[in-house]
């Protein structure tokens, strides 16, 4: 079954608020990433909290990782246009090496 | 520009042709990956090779093969698919884990632009 879902599946703001997204996972993991997704395009990594991670900063992101709920959060903070795009949590697992496995996403509109 | 670079971007192909799909990295990774994204559904693993190895077949019909020449190149063969193969196939790299049997902990994995797939 899917390890990563996230929550909401779409999401729909005004540029400049905040913008936050959920993923819940099943098993162990080792680590958790998020993933941005262009329309049809390629996957772009954001960033990879580890599972003796509580959160973890970069830019306008802020990711908590919460290993007793099996839960992550997603912050994108003064949201803009341009982040409008589909973001996936992906977990490994605890252990299957390269294996991830990924969340069926949240769509992000960011209106201007 | 991710260092991933997937030819060709677009393919329309019926069902009786035989087409591949490449995908090159220019990063330097041991690792690579080729995964499937339909509408609507999350984006399913396919096969993963570390150090040319395949250590990953999920379940993929063999109308699916794959090739792994070098650490740098990944090829996915295609024949005889069927309309519900029609999805945007994508490729990506990453360090590659290196316990025993490819276990271990992940990294993050760098995407090509994917080719977008049409069987008719």
């Known amino acids: 079954s899917q390890q990563g879902e996230e929550d909401p599946q779409a999401l729909s703001i005004q540029e400049g608020e905040n913008a936050t997204m959920n993923c819940s996972y099943k098993t162990s993991i080792n680590n958790l990433q998020w993933y941005r997704q262009n329309s049809g395009r390629g996957l772009v990594h954001l960033i990879l909290?580890?599972?003796?991670?509580r959160e973890k900063h970069s830019g306008r992101l802020r990711v908590t990782l919460d290993t007793s709920k099996k839960s992550s959060s997603l912050l994108i903070t003064a949201s803009r246009a341009a982040d409008t795009a589909s973001y996936f949590c992906?977990?490994?697992?605890?252990?299957?090496?390269?294996?991830?496995?990924f969340g069926a996403g949240t769509i992000l509109r960011v209106k201007s | 520009e991710t260092g991933v670079t997937q030819t060709p971007r677009h393919l329309v192909m019926g069902m009786t042709n035989k087409k591949s799909l490449k995908c090159e990295q220019h990063?330097?990774?041991?690792?690579m990956y080729w995964y499937k994204q339909s509408a609507k559904k999350p984006l399913e693993l396919m096969f993963v090779?570390?150090?040319?190895?395949?250590?990953e077949n999920n379940s993929v019909p063999s109308r699916f093969s794959p090739e792994c020449p070098n650490s740098s190149h990944l090829f996915l063969h295609l024949h005889t698919l069927q309309p519900e193969d029609s999805a945007l196939y994508l490729c990506?790299?990453?360090?590659?884990?290196?316990?025993?049997?490819?276990?271990?902990?992940?990294?993050?994995?760098?995407f090509g632009p994917g080719t977008r797939l049409t069987v008719t």
């Open positions: 090779y570390n150090f040319k190895e395949q250590t």
């Open positions: 990063l330097g990774h041991n690792a």
């Open positions: 990506a790299s990453s360090q590659a884990s290196v316990l025993a049997g490819g276990l271990g902990s992940s990294y993050e994995q760098y």
């Open positions: 992906a977990t490994d697992g605890g252990g299957d090496g390269n294996k991830l496995v």
């Open positions: 909290i580890r599972s003796n991670e």
